[in-house]
Nanobody, 121 residues
């Protein structure tokens, strides 16, 4: 399994970006995580294989939307803020364990290389 994240870039505050992660076919839950400069990696959003269950970090609720189809997993990011600046990683679970676990980094087996999102003020 090889996950490939793309779509990052430089955007002004209030703008939008759409991240995509290919290689997610056959994987269970898919998630997006991010690491801001000087901080630890944190959960952003996750979606189950069927797409019926989604989970978001409080900091992005109402602004970010995760979705997936057979080939890729997307993260639509709207109303971006400077504090959203980070390297964004997509990740996939080999098998589903529980709804509670889709937000836990330790339950993900596969990781993409990351894509940089920079939001200017």
């Amino acid at each position: 399994v090889q996950l490939q994240a793309s779509g990052g870039g430089l955007v002004q505050a209030g703008g939008s970006l759409r991240l995509s992660c290919t290689g997610s076919a056959g994987l269970s839950a898919m998630g997006w995580f991010r690491r801001a400069p000087g901080k630890e990696r944190e959960f952003v959003a996750a979606i189950t294989r069927s797409g019926t269950i989604k989970d978001y970090a409080d900091s992005v609720k109402g602004r970010f939307t995760i979705s997936r189809d057979a080939a890729k997993t997307n993260l639509q990011m709207n109303s971006l803020k400077p504090e959203d600046t980070a390297v964004y990683y997509c990740a996939g679970q080999r098998m589903f364990s529980s709804i509670q676990n889709i937000a836990r980094e330790s339950t993900y087996h596969y990781w993409g290389q990351g894509t940089l999102v920079t939001v200017s003020s």
